[in-house]
């Protein structure tokens, strides 16, 4: 994952997430450690953070997975970019109505496939400049699916 100081620049380091609050290597709950006192989670509000991917050739492959045991939704993210962010929303502003009410800090989730943010300064980071008559080429894949085992609820 990608270290961001207080005012969420990355500052080019990495650190591993393994057995963190950061840890989604297993399924879990997203907001089983959402409040832990670290400051990364304090700073960012939850997760606004990058993770770098295993993979890192351009081939399309499995970025992150997200489940709801109760309904059995899945979404599947697939993507040729070296990292995604996961964001949790700790910045929604309580005091705008959304389709089903009032939006509440922590009320959703997104999921960015991306290159490291802030590579013009740091020069290890990918160059995802985009230059004249160059070729962007690359894939995010969103795909939903429902455990057809789960007992749907209406």
């Not at 450690?33 to 295993?54: A, M, P, S, T, V």
């Not at 991306?114 to 230059?131: A, G, M, V, Y």
Request: include cysteine; charge should be negative.
């Amino acid at each position: 994952m990608l270290v961001t100081d207080k005012f969420f620049i990355p500052t080019g380091e990495f650190t591993t997430v393994e057995n963190t609050a950061f840890d989604f290597l297993q399924p879990k709950p997203i907001g089983q450690n959402i409040f832990n006192q670290n400051e990364q989670l304090i700073w960012n509000k939850g997760y606004n953070h990058c993770y770098e991917l295993d993979d890192t050739d351009t081939k399309i492959r499995l970025a992150a997975v997200l489940s709801d045991i109760e309904t059995g939704r899945q979404l599947s993210v697939y993507t040729t970019k070296p990292a995604i962010l996961i964001y949790s929303a700790g910045f929604l502003d309580s005091s705008c109505d959304g389709k089903n009410g009032t939006l509440h800090p922590y009320a959703g989730i997104c999921l960015e496939t991306q290159f490291f943010p802030d590579f013009p300064n740091h020069p290890e980071f990918q160059d995802n400049l985009l230059s004249k008559n160059s070729i962007y080429q690359h894939m995010t894949q969103y795909q939903f699916t429902i455990n057809a085992n789960q007992e749907l609820r209406c």
